[in-house]
């Protein structure tokens, strides 16, 4: 097979889904208003496009409308999320917790809140990408007001026991954030059975718009009250101040509609074809699987290639698209923070490579990878 362009980095982001832009489209020209005007048709054909997309990802949450407030993306969901809760329950302390895997989104946004006097903890995992819950109920104070632990990894996969994560802090009377942004649209995810307090993800991981996601915010047992991080309007109950990006959110909440209905077939064919891909790479010397495969996403694999530079093989693997951290970090040359967070050397760290499949992904692409790596390695 001469496959050109294949793409394997489906955690990164999605193609748009072409029924989300289908309804998305009529909101760029005809349906072109600004939700808060409330004085005529223009204004009120927008809210409801508002108002039907709320309902929608509030419906896939199994959460309710008014938990939910739309945002640019996962990154400014998670710093409303941390600053507000740390400008809001300041009387009660300013000790947070998270986890050394986390993504930077999170860690950066901690990282910049010590320097405002929080008292950061940063859990340390276990050389499979775990958690200890033990060290989790130990670090947890009295005056502990946040803990962010991610629902799956986005470099490994890993699924997090949100449920008794979510126990342990109730406990303590705390608070849980949990980033869900490569979980959503792969695994199922539920406010109410979760116990998580604070959730966020970003459409583009699902096939929807970038530049549009959403925070999910409880508002009883317990009820979560933020700090606004932006001012200048009363839109989203004033919690989130701006003209609301109506076609974006418009797409994002088809995309939480389809995403509902497709994410077991979605689960079933994905690992089939992440299995092929682990079993038959695995079968050469020397590579090997990072992190747990028993709790995980679907459709990713983190693989190491002892004795390779993973930035090598991808440049030789050309027309094959893959990542060797999280888009987020891809810029720097450190090696994976989550790999070495596992305790990994840079060695292997700098060897390995991160294949995220999707709902495109056909078997002839996965046996094209195949073919193409096991080439590369007996050169």
């Not at 342990?168 to 980033?179: G, K, T």
């Not at 317990?222 to 701006?242: F, Y």
């Not at 305790?343 to 390995?352: H, L, N, R, V």
């Amino acid at each position: 097979m001469n496959k050109k362009d294949i793409y394997l980095d489906y955690n990164a982001t999605t193609p748009l889904d072409s029924r989300v832009l289908e309804v998305m489209l009529p909101y760029f020209t005809e349906k072109f208003g600004n939700p808060a005007s409330r004085s005529h048709a223009f204004g009120w054909v927008a809210d409801e496009g508002i108002k039907m997309a709320r309902e929608q990802v509030a419906t896939f949450l199994n959460a309710n409308a008014a938990e939910i407030v739309f945002t640019s993306g996962a990154t400014e969901s998670i710093n409303l999320a941390i600053k507000g809760v740390f400008q809001k329950y300041a009387s009660k302390g300013k000790h947070i917790i998270t986890v050394s895997t986390e993504h930077r989104a999170v860690l950066d946004t901690c990282a910049a809140l010590e320097k405002q006097g929080a008292e950061i903890s940063v859990l340390p995992v276990e050389k499979d990408g775990s958690l200890d819950l033990n060290l989790l109920q130990k670090t947890i104070r009295t005056d502990t007001i946040l803990v962010a632990i991610m629902y799956a990894n986005n470099e490994t996969g890993l699924i997090h026991p949100v449920e008794e994560i979510a126990k342990i802090i109730h406990e303590a009377n705390s608070i849980f954030l949990c980033d869900g942004t490569q979980a959503v649209g792969k695994i199922r995810v539920d406010m109410q059975e979760s116990g998580i307090d604070l959730f966020c993800f970003s459409a583009h991981k699902m096939y929807g718009p970038k530049g549009v996601g959403a925070l999910y915010i409880r508002n009883k047992n317990p009820r979560v009250v933020l700090n606004s991080q932006l001012n200048g309007g009363s839109q989203e109950n004033g919690r989130r101040a701006g003209t609301l990006n109506v076609p974006s959110i418009v797409g994002f909440g088809k995309a939480c509609e389809l995403a509902a209905l497709d994410q077991w077939d979605f689960a079933a064919r994905v690992s089939k074809l992440r299995t092929r891909l682990e079993h038959r790479l695995t079968e050469i010397e020397n590579v090997f699987i990072n992190g747990s495969i028993k709790n995980r996403l679907p459709n990713v694999t983190n693989i190491a290639f002892s004795g390779k530079k993973a930035e090598d093989l991808m440049i030789q693997m050309k027309n094959i698209a893959v990542s060797s951290v999280s888009a987020c970090s891809s810029a720097s040359s450190e090696p994976s923070h989550v790999l070495k967070a596992m305790g990994m050397s840079d060695e292997m760290a700098y060897a390995s490579i991160r294949f995220s499949l999707g709902k495109f992904t056909t078997d002839e692409e996965i046996d094209y990878t195949i073919e193409t790596i096991t080439a590369l390695l007996k050169d």
